[in-house]
Structures are given as structure tokens and as C-alpha cells.
């Protein structure tokens, strides 16, 4: 035995309790630590393959919308050549019509015959009329004209008789009163 006395109180095969508290209480932490992390592997697990069912649902969603994109340029691309494929035929057909309009013109003029020309001040005019003609050859009967002044007296308000001959008789009646030389007759 040693010569201090103090190796004779312990057993050799017996360790110290303080050690023994010491390990317990080492295991208990690593323990608690394991269960610690566990745990937290677990919900960033979970979070984990939540994110990445996402990712391909995202994918997938991407995949879709740049499928759908290139069916519509696709789409696009077959309206425009249509687009132009019509305007060249639009563009074709209005040469044409241009080409028989003049050709029709010309028929028309050479075979213009004295009789078919009216001698009428007033014709009647077209309701869908053209640049190069917006009245009829058919002229403005006589009924028409003499309704004509009576009926604009009507649409302004004007009260009294309103006739041809009461517009000319009262213009001129400005006229003279205004100092407008008299030309004589027409």
C-alpha cells in the first residue's frame, strides 16, 4: 500500500463515484443533444421534401407555359403569313378592279350617245356615291325643287310661306340693300 494511508480506504477495482456522476451526466447531454437534432433533421427533412415537390411542380408548370408559349408563337406565325397571304390577294384584286374600273370607263365613254345626256340644272344625288361621281343622270324633278325651300323654312323654324320665289325675292332684296351691283338678268 502506499505510505500517504490513503490507498488503504479504496478498493482498487472500485472507481470513483464523482467519475461515474461525470459520465452519466456526459452521456445524458450527448443524448439529449441526439434527440435535439434528430428532431430538428427530421422537420428540415420534411421542409426539405416539401420544397422540393415544389420545385417540380414549378418545373412542371414552367415546362407547360413555354410549351404553351411556342404553340402560340406557332399560332402567330401561321395568322401573320395568312395576314399577308390576304393582303397580296386584296392588294391583287384592287389592281384588278382598278384595271377594269378603267376599262369600263373607257367602254362607257365610247359609247356615250348624245340623246343619253340630260340638260337639267339639278340631279338627284347618289346615296353611295364614288370620287368620280356623286349624283345620278336622272335630274331633280320640278315637284322636288318647289318643295325643296319650304321644307328647309320647316327644318330651321322659319314661320311664313317659304317658297322658291320668297328665298329669290328676299335675297335679292339683301343684295340691294347691302349696295350689291345689279348685273342684269341671267
Same mark, same amino acid.
Given at each position: ?21 461525470? /459520465?452519466?451526466?456526459? /452521456?445524458?447531454?450527448?443524448? %439529449?443533444?441526439?434527440?435535439? /437534432?434528430?428532431?430538428?433533421?427530421? &422537420?428540415? &427533412? ?9 420545385? $417540380? *411542380? ?11 408559349? $411556342?404553340?402560340?408563337? $406557332?399560332?402567330?406565325?401561321? *395568322? =401573320?403569313?395568312?395576314?399577308?397571304? +390576304? ?7 384592287? =389592281?384588278?378592279?382598278? +384595271? ?11 359609247? +356615250? ?21 356623286? %349624283? ?24 311664313? +310661306? ?12 339683301? /343684295? ?11
Amino acid at each position: 500500500m502506499s505510505g500517504n494511508g490513503r490507498g488503504a480506504a479504496r478498493n482498487p477495482s472500485k472507481s470513483p463515484p464523482f467519475l461515474i456522476i461525470g /459520465l452519466l451526466v456526459a /452521456l445524458a447531454i450527448l443524448g %439529449f443533444n441526439y434527440w435535439n /437534432l434528430s428532431s430538428s433533421n427530421g &422537420s428540415l &427533412s420534411a421542409t426539405n421534401m416539401d420544397l422540393q415537390d415544389q420545385i $417540380r *411542380i414549378l418545373t412542371s408548370k414552367r415546362l407547360n407555359e413555354e410549351q404553351s408559349k $411556342r404553340d402560340i408563337e $406557332r399560332k402567330y406565325q401561321l *395568322i =401573320e403569313q395568312r395576314i399577308a397571304t +390576304k393582303d397580296s390577294e386584296i392588294k391583287k384584286l384592287q =389592281e384588278d378592279v382598278d +384595271k377594269k374600273g378603267g376599262d369600263v370607263e373607257r367602254a362607257e365613254n365610247s359609247k +356615250k350617245d348624245p340623246k343619253d345626256e340630260v340638260d337639267a340644272f339639278y340631279f338627284k344625288p347618289l346615296v353611295n356615291f364614288t370620287t368620280y361621281q356623286w %349624283f345620278c343622270k336622272v335630274p331633280v324633278g320640278h315637284n322636288t325643287l318647289q318643295k325643296y325651300v319650304k321644307r328647309l323654312c320647316t327644318a330651321v323654324g322659319l314661320e311664313g +310661306k317659304g317658297t322658291n320665289h320668297s328665298l329669290r325675292a328676299s335675297t335679292a332684296t339683301r /343684295l340691294y340693300q347691302a349696295g350689291v351691283e345689279e348685273h342684269g338678268a341671267y
